[in-house]
């Protein structure tokens, strides 16, 4: 199988946080991720819309995506670390993995394919696919904002936002442990 390497940015906030959403409650927050687990994240991304990769990660990656599983800081249900997508990311995400089709399809069927044959052995025939060009869209993805505040998850020395109203329990995103907001706390002394 051959492969595509491009680029696929994703916005961070100013405090390079990283935007997710709750698969069950439907609730955003975000997350400090290091470099290399945007760029796994954002290749895990594009590979379940790909259906090849995808058959090929139930076959092979199954144990270790259930082995990673991450908490909703809210309502502290668990997911793997690929069901965290917001709406927009998935839109943007589509439209990067249909230009890329696109691009296949447009290099290797719209241009006459006599060139790629013209040196082969006699007895090949030249194919023109008459076909029109697949357009590519834009991928779009708005900028981030600096919403949310800080809450610091000392279990896992990480740090995550969270929606600055919220004064219920927080859960670790990563290992799960909950915490009592600090807001709630200080109300209480
Ligand atoms: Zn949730
Ligand atoms: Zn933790």
Known sequence: ???????????????????????????EFKVLLEKEELTDLA???????????????IDLNES??????????????QAPSDSWWTKEQLAYMSIVVKNIMAKIVNENFTRPLKRTFR????????????GKEIE??????????DDMEIF?????????????NWVDVVYCFFCGFPYKHKNRETNDI
Not at 1 to 27: A, T, V, Y
Not at 152 to 164: A, G, N, S, T
Request: aromatic fraction near 10%; hydrophobic fraction near 35%.
């Open 1 to 27: 199988m051959s492969e595509i390497r491009m680029n696929l940015p994703f916005h961070l906030d100013d405090d390079r946080f990283f935007r997710r959403e709750c698969p069950f409650c439907r609730k």
């Open 43 to 57: 290749q895990k991304g594009i590979d379940s819309f790909m259906i090849e990769a995808k058959e090929e990660a």
């Open 64 to 77: 270790e995506l259930l082995g990673a599983e991450f908490t909703c800081p809210y309502c502290g249900q």
């Open 119 to 130: 040196r082969l052995s006699s007895g090949m025939v030249s194919i023109r696919f008459e």
């Open 136 to 145: 590519q869209q834009e991928p779009w993805i708005s900028h981030e904002v």
């Open 152 to 164: 610091d998850l000392p279990c896992c020395k990480r740090k995550i936002k969270i929606e600055d």
